[in-house]
T-cell receptor
């Protein structure tokens, strides 16, 4: 059972388009992180959200944490080819004191065509 | 994540050999985590270590896998008698203190070690 479901799994768009990717769970997370991973590289942290309803912006990227802290979304405005990559969400839970442990989704593979 | 150093970046081993993966955490970080990314799978937690202590190894296979983080030197993930199913990317991450991710602290990943078992 995948604790964090990401959708869509694959997304191919043209430069300049907007897009949203989703990260959903039936579990509550104390925090949620978004990473971008390029082929042959490690995940690079984009943002951490900790408060239900929180919205964070990073240039053309907007991240939202659901009110109930069970889901999150990443919206990219005017996508560019440099945005191409695997977008991963990862959540930390407070259960049993193991809030150092991240649960990852399988990711959304985004391709932005010039 | 440039501060977390992993080596080797790529490793090829024949079935039955041993694989040793090394991780030097970011400067000032005393907490190390290992994750594994299998093909078509998300990253999965393996083990959490502090200097000279294994805190949580609940994600580590019970056999053939071991990890250490000695007082001096890098953290080592050791896989004995490798099998084809061990082929994966192994990522190390570090944090400066107890990774209380709920309070907004975060962990930083290295670039990974890609193990191929032939």
């Amino acid at each position: 059972t995948q604790l964090l479901e990401q959708s869509p799994q694959f997304l191919s768009i043209q430069e300049g388009e907007n897009l949203t990717v989703y990260c959903n769970s039936s579990s509550v997370f104390s925090s949620l992180q978004w990473y971008r991973q390029e082929p042959g590289e490690g995940p690079v942290l984009l943002v951490t959200v900790v408060t239900g309803g929180e919205v964070k912006k990073l240039k053309r990227l907007t991240f939202q944490f659901g009110d109930a802290r069970k889901d999150s979304s990443l919206h990219i405005t005017a996508a560019q080819p440099g945005d191409t990559g695997l977008y991963l969400c990862a959540g930390a839970r407070n259960s049993g004191g193991s809030n150092y442990k991240l649960t990852f989704g399988k990711g959304t593979l985004l391709t932005v065509n010039p | 994540n440039a501060g977390v150093m992993q080596n080797p970046r790529h490793l090829v081993r024949r079935r039955g050999q041993e694989a040793r993966l090394r991780c030097s955490p970011m400067k000032g970080h005393s907490h190390v985590y290992w994750y594994r990314q299998l093909p078509e799978e998300g990253l999965k937690f393996m083990v959490y270590l502090q200097k000279e202590n294994i805190i949580d190894e609940s994600g580590m296979p019970k056999e053939r896998f071991s990890a250490e983080f000695p007082k001096e030197g890098p953290s080592i993930l050791r896989i004995q008698q490798v099998v084809r199913g061990d082929s994966a990317a192994y990522f190390c991450a570090s944090s400066p203190n107890l990774g209380l991710l709920g309070s907004g602290n975060t962990i930083y990943f290295g670039e990974g070690s890609w193990l191929t078992v032939v």
